[in-house]
């Protein structure tokens, strides 16, 4: 019996009955991140890692929730579930099912870099390992993180020597918290629109420590904002809100920014590498440290990787799946309550 199979509610564990990330109302659903495109409303009830659970009802609200710490199993109709750090942003997991001494891990969203905002992923082995793919191709490699937030301090603070704000757009959850904890605060105020914020709160809630960011609302003297670096989502390019900082610089934080050309399409003066999911390297070392045998590939280049897996000797198809990309930022930025002061 496969443990997981693929539904038109999404990814289901039928001897557990529980689902993984749907995307339509189910009864019983097991969420590995907060991200809109894998936690949605409407489930009637919903399991998650612990460290997430104040970004999860950021999200969506006073929800039926039982959370777990990384590591502690529970069982579900005879099935032992447990989650472990995916270390895509904070409270990601995958999720570890075993079965009559069968393992199978669902792993979510996952990167291997380094990030202070969350736990570090965590290999788990396992007979069957469902992986995402989103950037399986070759070409993505990402630069190293001295390299890259060294690339953005400069590029920060040439304009603000020039009076300039520096309008840096990037994903509101998980991204932004990362860049806000990597910058050099010495160059320069930190601005957060109103979805980034929201989640700069939850991730403060729940332990991170992340330096100041100011709202709009907050800033006394408005000359300040010339020597600052401003956090933005990508849905605020162009909006009135962009505006209020006048002659600026402006850059766009993504995966897709290692693709020559995406800087010229997304509109914006810089394009800097950074992405929460894991690049081609990163994807084969995750494979390989599972042990597994047997991999199914989610969303992204998946038929790329099945076939890389392949060559490898290992028993690999795709699940059809409705997971977007949120590296893109181009879904998930509205958050409950938030606006854009």
Not at 123 to 136: A, D, W
Not at 225 to 254: E, N, T
């Amino acid at each position: 019996m496969d443990l997981v199979v693929a539904t038109r509610d999404g990814l289901y564990c039928p001897p557990g009955r529980f689902h993984i990330d749907p995307w339509r109302p189910v009864e019983r659903a097991v969420i590995t991140h907060a991200h809109a495109d894998h936690a949605r409303p409407g489930h009637g009830a919903y399991l998650a890692a612990a460290a997430g659970e104040q970004v999860l009802r950021i999200r969506l609200g006073d929800i039926p929730l039982q959370t777990l710490e990384y590591g502690r199993a529970v069982e579900l109709d005879g099935v032992k579930v447990s989650l472990h750090p995916a270390g895509h942003v904070l409270g990601s997991a995958q999720v570890r099912i075993e079965y009559r001494g069968e393992v199978w891990v669902a792993s979510g969203d996952y990167k291997l870099e380094a990030d202070p905002t969350c736990a570090p992923f965590e290999p788990v082995r396992c007979h069957v390992f469902i992986t995402e793919s989103t950037f399986g191709l070759p070409i993505y490699r990402w630069p190293g993180r001295e390299a890259l937030f060294g690339e953005v301090n400069d590029w920060w603070r040439r304009n603000a020597q020039a009076g300039r704000a520096s309008v840096l757009f990037c994903y509101a959850f998980g991204k932004a918290q990362r860049i806000l904890a990597s910058v050099d605060p010495a160059i320069g105020p930190v601005v957060a629109h109103g979805a980034v914020a929201a989640i700069d709160d939850g991730y403060r809630r729940s332990g991170v420590r992340l330096p100041p960011a100011l709202r709009m609302a907050d800033v006394a003297n408005k000359s300040t904002l010339r020597q600052a670096l401003v956090l933005a989502p990508p849905s605020a390019q162009g909006s009135p809100w962009i505006k209020r900082f006048g002659d600026h610089s402006d850059g766009y934080a993504s995966g897709w920014m290692r693709v020559r050309g995406n800087q010229r399409r997304k509109g914006v003066d810089r394009g800097f590498v950074l992405s929460d999911h894991a690049d081609w390297p990163a994807l084969q070392r995750a494979v390989d440290a599972t042990g597994a045998q047997r991999v199914f590939v989610t969303h992204g280049s998946a038929h790329a990787m099945v076939r890389w897996l392949r060559e490898r000797g290992l028993d690999a198809e795709t699940f059809a799946t409705e997971y977007g990309d949120e590296d893109d930022g181009d879904t998930g930025d509205l958050v409950a309550g938030a606006d854009e002061t």
